[in-house]
């Protein structure tokens, strides 16, 4: 299975005041800023594209969404670095295979075909990943 750097999540209190140093420092572009409103993301993202990489800068809806407890806990700054997988359901089983466990909640399939999941924290030592592959159009 290869795993390929797909992006890093950013929790952000707002995606206005922290987009500047993305699209002006950094000389990135804004590929897309999109709102999902699916109980247990709730979030506005805006994806970012440097030469080399993707952000997605990632502000919570509301007082209760996962980003909000997150920056509540610990901070705005990286939430997660993604990896693009050939196939996530391969992925998963074996990895699964391997002692690593999944936050089987998180499981979807995003506003833009990326289908996806988290490992749990426990088996990475502390940092929230997850794995993705995009369907195929």
């Keep these: 299975m290869n795993y390929v750097l797909d992006h890093v999540g950013i929790a952000v209190r707002s995606i206005d005041d922290a987009l500047p140093f993305y699209l002006n420092v950094l000389n990135g572009s804004l590929e897309d800023r999109y709102t999902s409103d699916t109980p247990g993301v709730?979030?506005?993202?805006?994806?970012?594209?440097?030469?080399?990489?993707?952000?997605?800068?990632?502000?919570?809806i509301n007082k209760e969404s996962p980003i909000a407890?997150?920056?509540k806990q610990r901070g705005k700054g990286v939430h997660h670095?993604?990896?693009?997988?050939?196939?996530?359901?391969?992925?998963?089983?074996?990895?699964?295979?391997?002692?690593?466990?999944?936050?089987?909640?998180?499981?979807?399939?995003?506003?833009?075909?990326?289908?996806?999941?988290?490992?749990?924290?426990?088996?990475?030592?502390?940092?929230?990943?997850e794995l993705c592959d995009y369907l195929k159009s």
């Design 81 to 129: 670095i993604a990896y693009r997988v050939d196939n996530l359901d391969t992925a998963i089983l074996e990895a699964s295979k391997n002692g690593i466990r999944f936050l089987e909640d998180t499981r979807r399939t995003n506003l833009h075909g990326r289908r996806l999941i988290y490992i749990n924290p426990v088996s990475t030592d502390g940092t929230l990943i």
């Design 42 to 60: 709730e979030v506005h993202v805006a994806v970012v594209r440097t030469a080399d990489k993707v952000i997605e800068l990632l502000e919570p």
């Design 69 to 71: 407890r997150f920056i």
